[in-house]
């Protein structure tokens, strides 16, 4: 099980009661602008709809979609049904939204040395709910560790920042066959046991590193914007819908479709790469902890490395075809140990700190007032949400 960045909070939706005098429908009365329904706690955001906050805490362990020892030694499946619709007090609620909630450090706790932007914090922020939720024996729904599938009503437009995270034991996501306008934040499955996701038609956008380290990923026609690291270096088999206008693979890195834009390079991206002279962006994390050798850039006019672009790239030892460079930022080539050279580009205005973290000190020639920060080739000071 591969897990990445973490969360602690997040969001949820329907469970049968268990038809027991122990489990009294619990607190079935609006309290401001939020109301238990059926063990969930959800909160009203308008319109007659609500999102899912989290769930009861005994009653969660009692139907066993939370371990609380976190042993996760079952070999029970156990399904977690989203609803579509809450009726509460009278009145008709469609769920549209998992909240969005805060996280636990990933790089801390998984020995990953970098941080892909200078001052990102990997926490969201708290939701004005969390206080009452616990007050009230409530359980963040992305908590669940012991459920092994899911499943998302095609009510949904957003699928919350961290909201998925942390459920170790999901196997398996069952998603409506299209979606009228879905979202999904940030972070969205990290640490889990999925194995194969397809993220379906009506999905307009995927947050920073929303699939987590999901090997096999299928991604829809309806795709317009796709975050960083979506792709990545644990991303074995990558398909997009030949249709999709916006995006394309070619040679296991994922470009726009006019290669302008490089996004991120997945696990089957060659030892020596080629970047095209198309390309006039890269994007931050593009080739983290990429197996690769070389780089070769073909546009020689690139003019930002942009944050962790190589960062953790062990096995790297040469970037050529560089020209002039106004910018090396945070973390660029962190981590890239067997680094020797960048090309030498014959212009160099800055370079940014940590940019060459525990690497080598290779050559570098700066340009005339061109300022190195004094960080460079050190770890900065990192502040206590990084």
């Known amino acids: 099980m591969k897990r990445i960045p973490f969360f602690t909070l997040t969001i949820f939706a329907m469970i049968l009661s268990l038809g ?48 609380s ?46 941080i892909p932007a200078k001052g990102q914090s990997f926490n969201v922020k708290s939701s004005p709910l969390d206080g009452r939720l616990y007050e009230e024996n409530g359980l963040p729904l992305n908590y669940l560790n012991a459920v092994t599938r899911i499943t ?5 437009e957003y699928i919350g920042t961290g909201s998925l995270a942390h459920c170790y034991s999901l196997e398996e996501v069952d998603f409506a066959k299209k979606y009228d306008y879905l979202t999904f934040g940030d972070y969205v499955f990290v640490s889990n046991k999925i194995k194969s996701i397809k993220i379906p038609e009506g999905t307009y956008k995927l947050g920073t590193m929303a699939l987590g380290t999901i090997p096999d990923i299928s991604l829809p026609k309806s795709l317009k914007k796709i975050g960083d690291y979506v792709v990545n270096a644990y991303t074995n088999k990558i398909s997009i819908a030949p249709n999709n206008p916006r995006f394309k693979i070619t040679d296991g890195i994922l470009y726009s479709k006019d290669e302008s834009v490089l996004y991120s390079a997945s696990a089957n991206v060659s030892k020596n790469i080629v970047i095209s002279s198309k390309v006039r962006e890269i994007r931050p994390c593009a080739f983290t902890k990429a197996n690769i050798k070389t780089v070769t850039f073909k546009n020689k006019f690139i003019s930002r490395i942009p944050s962790g672009t190589f960062a953790d790239c062990k096995k790297l030892t040469e970037v050529k075809g560089l020209k002039e460079i106004k910018q090396i930022d945070y973390a660029a080539f962190a981590g890239c140990s067997k680094l020797k050279n960048i090309g030498n580009p014959k212009v160099l205005y800055g370079v940014s700190e940590a940019a060459f973290w525990d690497t080598k000190k290779p050559a570098i020639k700066l340009y005339g007032k061109a300022k190195m920060n004094k960080y460079a080739f050190e770890k900065p000071e990192l502040g206590p949400e990084e």
């Open 152 to 156: 998302i009503p095609d009510t949904m």
């Open 20 to 67: 027991s005098t122990v489990y009294a429908k619990k607190h079935s009365k609006t309290k401001d602008d939020a109301f238990w329904e059926n063990y969930i706690f959800f909160h009203i955001i308008g319109n007659n709809e609500v999102e899912a906050v989290g769930i009861d805490t005994d009653y969660a362990e009692a139907k066993g979609y939370y371990d």
């Open 69 to 114: 020892d976190f042993s996760l030694k079952r070999s029970k499946k156990t399904t977690f049904n989203y609803p579509s619709t809450i009726n509460h007090e009278g009145k008709k609620y469609k769920l549209t939204r998992l909240s969005e909630y805060r996280s636990s450090d990933y790089f801390e706790k998984h020995d990953i040395k970098i």
